[in-house]
T-cell receptor, first 112, second 112 residues
Framework: DAKTTQPPSMDCAEGRAANLPCNHSTISGNEYVYWYRQIHSQGPQYIIH???NNETNEMASLIITEDRKSSTLILPHATLRDTAVYYC?????????????FGGGTRVLVKP | NAGVMQNPRHLVRRRGQEARLRCSPM?????VYWYRQLPEEGLKFMVYLQKENIIDESGMPKERFSAEFPKEGPSILRIQQVVRGDSAAYFCASSPVLNEQYFGPGTRLTVT
């Protein structure tokens, strides 16, 4: 699976949009971009994933550049409960299934 | 629809004892993954199982660790003769086919 690069930390003001960048310059054509987050010591929580089109769900939006070498996770209205470590993961889908490889992630602190 | 369930949530074992961690996947999910998170470290993949089969155990330590997912009942991660270095949070995830993985709350193992 391709490697990802994320900033180690970022702050965000409550009520504002949080834009979390991720670089994955070696991504291949059949690999998806997944986002998970881990709120202090809890199990990781699935947020969203995409292949090449932008995606939106009730939690967030995922913007993938046309060349697919980077993406941005957008939390439209950050709340204090969004404070967490956010992981960008590139994952292929193979017949035998595929593990998730977690990097260091971005530690997001939402401030009042 | 209940989420992934793990028990016990906290487990204390003395060095040399056995630890058994249980994971009940979400209803309809036939794929189970185990991950370990050592203190102050990221999540690391351990093993991927389908019913009665181990598909990928590339992340499992060579000795003392085993996993199973029987036809009936939960998936079990078994650690024999625990040592202090086994103290960690162990997370189970499940997925339907090869889609996004949903994580349980984890079992925190403390070896004294």
């Amino acid at each position: 699976d391709a490697k990802t690069t994320q900033p180690p930390s970022m702050d965000c003001a409550e009520g504002r949009a949080a834009n979390l960048p991720c670089n994955h310059s070696t991504i291949s054509g059949n690999e998806y971009v997944y986002w998970y987050r881990q709120i202090h010591s809890q199990g990781p929580q699935y947020i969203i994933h995409g292949l090449k089109n932008n995606e939106t769900n009730e939690m967030a939006s995922l913007i993938i550049t046309e060349d697919r070498k980077s993406s941005t996770l957008i939390l439209p209205h950050a709340t204090l409960r969004d404070t967490a470590v956010y992981y960008c993961i590139v994952r292929g889908v193979k017949a035998a299934g595929n593990k998730l490889t977690f990097g260091g992630g971005t530690r997001v602190l939402v401030k009042p | 629809n209940a989420g992934v369930m793990q028990n016990p949530r906290h487990l204390v074992r003395r060095r040399g004892q056995e630890a058994r961690l249980r994971c009940s996947p979400m209803k309809g999910h036939s794929h189970v993954y185990w991950y370990r998170q050592l203190p102050e470290e990221g999540l690391k993949f351990m093993v991927y199982l389908q019913k009665e089969n181990i598909i990928d155990e590339s992340g499992m330590p060579k000795e003392r660790f085993s996993a199973e997912f029987p036809k009936e009942g939960p998936s079990i991660l078994r650690i024999q003769q625990v040592v202090r270095g086994d103290s960690a949070a162990y997370f189970c995830a499940s997925s339907p086919v090869l889609n996004e993985q949903y994580f349980g709350p984890g079992t925190r193992l403390t070896v004294t």
